[in-house]
Each structure stands twice: as structure tokens, then as C-alpha cells.
């Protein structure tokens, strides 16, 4: 870890170099690279953490470039979680990073979610979200789920201690996805 390139979180009172150690050592599960995901991604990697595990299976568009920033011209038509992964990679080379081209599923849900140790959907997607509540639940591990539609948006920690995602959201609506 180059503490100096660190130096301002360090500096905050509740982290020191301890709390930047543990960034470094932690490793989040961010499923969706786009609106949300590349902001998040971006932060993540600047602050430290140490790895990231991408999932997208979506590739990148014309219309994503105006928000997704990770995302240039050239990149459409490639997949955002392998554009993703190369562009933080230049933001921060100490970043260990794995990029998943594949949907999450009920099947690799579980196997994805036991390498992290905090979970993140930014995938705008309801189903997505009660999948990765299954996979969370009875780990210990948080689920921070994001979404926005239009001008509305939400977030929420889900488990770790806190209710999952189906306690407070028990019926996925008709028109999930």
C-alpha cells in the first residue's frame, strides 16, 4: 500500500493506517458497471480497496458515454465490466481486479458472493437484487443495493445485522427487473 498516495484519507480521524490496511484488504462484489457501478467503482478504487470483482454481462452503448464515464467512443460494443477493469487499472495500479462477463445468476450468486466481503448492487435491476439478498443471507456479509429510475433513486444496507432486502420488500413487483 503507498501510504502516500493515501495520505488524505489517512489523515481523517477513524481510519489512520489501520483503517487504511483493512481497505486494502477487503474485497467487494459490485454487480453492474454502468450509471451507478462506474461512479462507485471509481471511488472504490481511489480509495483504496484493495480488490474488486466486476459482474456485467452488458456491453457498452453510445448512450451509456454521457454518464458512464469509465466508457469512451471506442469502447462500444465492448463489455463493460473488461472496459471497467482496464480503466481502473490506470486510476490505480495497486487495484486487483477481476472483470465477469456473465449474468449473475441463482447459480454463481452464491460462489461470487462468498469471495467478497461486501456485496454491492448497482445493477438497477430488482431480480438481480433479491438474488444477491439469497446469496447475502446468513453470511454476515452487507448488501449495499442502488438503483434510480428518471430522477428518483434509492440505496440501502441490507443483512450484516440489519434486516435483507425480502423483510422489507417481501413480494418482488410484477414489473421487476
Do not use: W
Not at 453510445?62 to 465492448?78: F, S
Not at 456473465?102 to 454491492?120: K, Q, S
Not at 433479491?130 to 434509492?154: C, E, I, N, Q, S
Amino acid at each position: 500500500m503507498n501510504a502516500g498516495r493515501y495520505a488524505r484519507q489517512i489523515a481523517l480521524p477513524g481510519i489512520g493506517e489501520a483503517g487504511q490496511a483493512r481497505l486494502a484488504a477487503t474485497t467487494l462484489l459490485v454487480v453492474g458497471a454502468g450509471g451507478i457501478g462506474c461512479p462507485a467503482l471509481v471511488s472504490l478504487a481511489g480509495a483504496g480497496v484493495g480488490r474488486l470483482l466486476v459482474v456485467d454481462p452488458d456491453t457498452i452503448a453510445l448512450a451509456n458515454l454521457h454518464r458512464q464515464h469509465l466508457y469512451a467512443p471506442a469502447d462500444v460494443g465492448r463489455p463493460k465490466a473488461e472496459v471497467a477493469a482496464v480503466a481502473l487499472r490506470r486510476l490505480n495500479p495497486e487495484l486487483r481486479i477481476e472483470a465477469v462477463t456473465a449474468a449473475l445468476t441463482p447459480g454463481n450468486a452464491p460462489t461470487l458472493v462468498a469471495r467478497a466481503d461486501l456485496v454491492l448492487d448497482a445493477s438497477d435491476n430488482r431480480a438481480v437484487t433479491y438474488m444477491l439478498d439469497a446469496a447475502t443471507r446468513g453470511t454476515g456479509k452487507p448488501l449495499v443495493a442502488a438503483a434510480a429510475l428518471g430522477f428518483d433513486g434509492h440505496v440501502g444496507c441490507y443483512g450484516a445485522g440489519a434486516p435483507g432486502y425480502r423483510a422489507i420488500f417481501p413480494d418482488m413487483p410484477r414489473a421487476a427487473g
